[in-house]
């Protein structure tokens, strides 16, 4: 047997050496025709990615600007670290015919795919590209969307999705429509598995508005975003009522009035700054704990500027807004639909460096009762939380749920049913703080002990009880009131021996509701170490297909 010796390291790096750089083969003929070098084909592809990258025109690229938009490339731009963009199917085009289609087929089909690192952590896109077809969707377009949804679930990543787009593309028919099913079914399936945001930056219009609503959170930009279901020329033939596309679906509408946007912005640079904000707050999946970082603001800080901020008389306004600050990390917080049913704030924070969901009832909007919007609100951002492991903090100031035949008539016990089960359903860590009042089946709602809430505590301002002592006088001592000489002096005795009795601080802590009441200085401490210590919460649900929630 001959053993043939490895060639010394320098001389196999040598020939390596020469052989790259010696020079390439010339082309070979094929018959009479020469087959074009590797070079040249290299060169080709250069070209082509650099045409894709440019888009359609540069006046289809100014008249986006003239709108007073950004391509959809300089908005991916703008939402990922710089140089981390991976495109997919960037060469895709459609293969439909008829009505001239066959004569235009740009490459991307209209919507640009891929992923990048957004602060280091990976995330997908899907971008409209107004400039081909008016961003409008067709089979090829939706079987990009749809593949980098699939990508997005298996790799366990957010997504977000930059909506500037005229609809399904009419050419194209029954097969645009069937690209939005596929959208929908995925937006569903991946429904608590991936965040998944929708950032409208243009029109969305018909049968496209309907993603944005499957989705997580989503953004509008004022004055160039609109999402409706039919536009103000169908409502007028319908109808008879004039209307803008601004006033009947712009952002200020969506964020204020329906409440189906939870963030509005004057910009498009402001918003996609906000939604990397909203993403640093976010685990990548529902099997992640949200991200914790290093904060300088001391986890042994006090808060007792608390104690003057809520004044102890229970009919006197605040702002709990304040209190959030006082007890969030640097005072940083993100509130989500700050503009629609403002008696409840729902806001992502961070205490001691974890996130942390709050919901909070705001007394200085209709005193902070709930009704049929706040309600919706608070229970939709606690599923949210509860689906990506973030701990719930709720600070209660509650009188109750709003009366009203309207009230009524439109379903609050409905709508108060929904917030119930998304607590009772709820297995992420749950501390409830109770400032102030807390009264009837508003307390309850409101991540009581009794609904499962793993640490209560309260203030030594807090009343809880099932009715304001007013009321509970009149109602138990009505006979003994009417009786009486001195009707106003007696009904004053009764209420205040109604409260020593039954409505002192101390009377949920003695029979066991409330697991401690603590100066309010202390709130920030508390949380944070009750944080810590359910960190590592577990809670098993009942084996079932699903529940049937309120709707």
Same mark, same amino acid.
């Given at each position: 047997?001959?053993?043939?010796?490895?060639?010394?390291?320098?001389?196999?790096?040598?020939?390596?050496?020469?052989?790259?750089?010696?020079?390439?083969?010339?082309?070979?003929?094929?018959?009479?025709?020469?087959?074009?070098?590797?070079?040249?084909?290299?060169?080709?592809?250069?070209?082509?990615?650099?045409?894709?990258?440019?888009?359609?025109?540069?006046?289809?690229?100014?008249?986006?600007?003239?709108?007073?938009?950004?391509?959809?490339?300089?908005?991916?731009?703008?939402?990922?670290?710089?140089?981390?963009?991976?495109?997919?199917?960037?060469?895709?085009?459609?293969?439909?015919?008829?009505?001239?289609?066959?004569?235009?087929?740009?490459?991307?089909?209209?919507?640009?795919?891929?992923?990048?690192?957004?602060?280091?952590?990976?995330?997908?896109?899907?971008?409209?590209?107004?400039?081909?077809?008016?961003?409008?969707?067709?089979?090829?377009?939706?079987?990009?969307?749809?593949?980098?949804?699939?990508?997005?679930?298996?790799?366990?990543?957010?997504?977000?999705?930059?909506?500037? *787009?005229? *609809?399904?593309?009419?050419?194209? *028919?029954?097969?645009?429509?069937?690209?939005?099913?596929?959208?929908?079914?995925?937006?569903?399936?991946?429904?608590?598995?991936?965040?998944?945001?929708?950032?409208?930056?243009?029109?969305?219009?018909?049968?496209?508005?309907?993603?944005?609503?499957?989705?997580?959170?989503?953004?509008?930009?004022?004055?160039?975003?609109?999402?409706?279901?039919?536009?103000?020329?169908?409502?007028?033939?319908?109808?008879?009522?004039?209307?803008?596309?601004?006033?009947?679906?712009?952002?200020?509408?969506?964020?204020?009035?329906?409440?189906?946007?939870?963030?509005?912005?004057?910009?498009?640079?402001?918003?996609?700054?906000?939604?990397?904000?909203?993403?640093?707050?976010?685990?990548?999946?529902?099997?992640?704990?949200?991200?914790?970082?290093?904060?300088?603001?001391?986890?042994?800080?006090?808060?007792?500027?608390?104690?003057?901020?809520?004044?102890?008389?229970?009919?006197?306004?605040?702002?709990?807004?304040?209190?959030?600050?006082?007890?969030?990390?640097?005072?940083?917080?993100?509130?989500?639909?700050?503009?629609?049913?403002?008696?409840?704030?729902?806001?992502?924070?961070?205490?001691?460096?974890?996130?942390?969901?709050?919901?909070?009832?705001?007394?200085?909007?209709?005193?902070?009762?709930?009704?049929?919007?706040?309600?919706?609100?608070?229970?939709?951002?606690?599923?949210?939380?509860?689906?990506?492991?973030?701990?719930?903090?709720?600070?209660?100031?509650?009188?109750?749920?709003?009366?009203?035949?309207?009230?009524?008539?439109?379903?609050?016990?409905?709508?108060?049913?929904?917030?119930?089960?998304?607590?009772?359903?709820?297995?992420?860590?749950?501390?409830?703080?109770?400032?102030?009042?807390?009264?009837?089946?508003?307390?309850?709602?409101?991540?009581?002990?009794?609904?499962?809430?793993?640490?209560?505590?309260?203030?030594?301002?807090?009343?809880?009880?099932?009715?304001?002592?007013?009321?509970?006088?009149?109602?138990?001592?009505?006979?003994?009131?009417?009786?009486?000489?001195?009707?106003?002096?007696?009904?004053?005795?009764?209420?205040?021996?109604?409260?020593?009795?039954?409505?002192?601080?101390?009377?949920?802590?003695?029979?066991?509701?409330?697991?401690?009441?603590?100066?309010? *200085?202390?709130?920030?401490?508390?949380?944070?170490?009750?944080?810590?210590?359910?960190?590592?919460?577990?809670?098993?649900?009942?084996?079932?297909?699903?529940?049937?929630?309120?709707?």
């Amino acid at each position: 047997m001959t053993i043939i010796e490895d060639a010394p390291v320098a001389q196999r790096t040598s020939d390596v050496t020469a052989r790259r750089s010696a020079p390439a083969a010339p082309p070979y003929p094929i018959g009479d025709k020469p087959v074009r070098s590797t070079q040249d084909r290299v060169a080709d592809l250069v070209e082509l990615q650099e045409k894709v990258v440019r888009g359609p025109s540069a006046k289809a690229t100014e008249a986006q600007h003239a709108k007073g938009k950004l391509t959809a490339r300089e908005r991916i731009d703008l939402l990922f670290d710089k140089g981390t963009f991976t495109e997919v199917e960037g060469l895709r085009r459609h293969r439909a015919t008829g009505f001239g289609m066959e004569a235009k087929r740009p490459h991307s089909d209209g919507v640009i795919t891929g992923w990048g690192l957004v602060d280091g952590r990976e995330v997908f896109v899907y971008a409209h590209d107004f400039r081909i077809f008016g961003g409008a969707l067709g089979e090829a377009h939706a079987t990009k969307i749809h593949k980098i949804m699939d990508m997005a679930s298996a790799a366990g990543a957010p997504i977000v999705g930059l909506c500037d *787009g005229a *609809g399904a593309r009419i050419q194209e *028919g029954v097969t645009a429509l069937a690209g939005y099913g596929g959208i929908f079914q995925r937006n569903v399936r991946n429904s608590g598995v991936i965040p998944q945001i929708s950032v409208i930056m243009g029109p969305c219009a018909g049968g496209a508005a309907y993603s944005p609503a499957l989705t997580d959170f989503v953004f509008m930009v004022r004055e160039t975003s609109q999402m409706f279901i039919t536009g103000p020329d169908v409502v007028q033939a319908v109808t008879g009522e004039q209307i803008t596309q601004n006033e009947l679906g712009g952002a200020d509408v969506h964020t204020g009035v329906s409440g189906v946007a939870q963030f509005a912005y004057d910009t498009e640079e402001e918003c996609l700054q906000e939604v990397r904000y909203l993403l640093s707050l976010l685990p990548a999946n529902n099997r992640e704990l949200p991200p914790r970082t290093a904060v300088d603001d001391p986890e042994d800080r006090r808060t007792d500027s608390l104690v003057n901020l809520v004044p102890a008389e229970r009919g006197r306004s605040y702002d709990m807004r304040r209190v959030i600050e006082e007890i969030a990390d640097d005072g940083e917080y993100f509130e989500v639909h700050e503009r629609w049913a403002g008696n409840v704030i729902c806001a992502l924070t961070r205490m001691g460096g974890q996130v942390a969901g709050i919901v909070a009832n705001q007394p200085s909007d209709l005193a902070g009762v709930l009704d049929i919007s706040s309600s919706e609100k608070a229970a939709r951002f606690v599923q949210f939380c509860d689906a990506f492991n973030i701990p719930l903090v709720t600070l209660v100031d509650v009188p109750g749920f709003l009366p009203g035949v309207d009230q009524e008539h439109g379903g609050v016990i409905r709508h108060g049913a929904k917030l119930l089960y998304a607590y009772c359903n709820a297995t992420v860590p749950r501390i409830s703080v109770v400032l102030r009042k807390a009264y009837g089946g508003a307390y309850i709602v409101m991540d009581s002990q009794s609904i499962g809430a793993d640490l209560t505590l309260a203030w030594p301002t807090n009343e809880i009880a099932v009715m304001g002592a007013e009321g509970a006088a009149n109602v138990i001592f009505r006979r003994e009131i009417a009786a009486s000489d001195d009707p106003e002096g007696t009904r004053a005795r009764l209420i205040e021996e109604y409260q020593n009795k039954l409505m002192h601080p101390y009377y949920a802590a003695e029979h066991g509701l409330v697991d401690d009441v603590i100066h309010p *200085g202390e709130t920030r401490i508390k949380l944070i170490t009750a944080l810590k210590m359910l960190r590592a919460k577990y809670s098993a649900l009942p084996s079932r297909k699903h529940g049937n929630q309120p709707q």
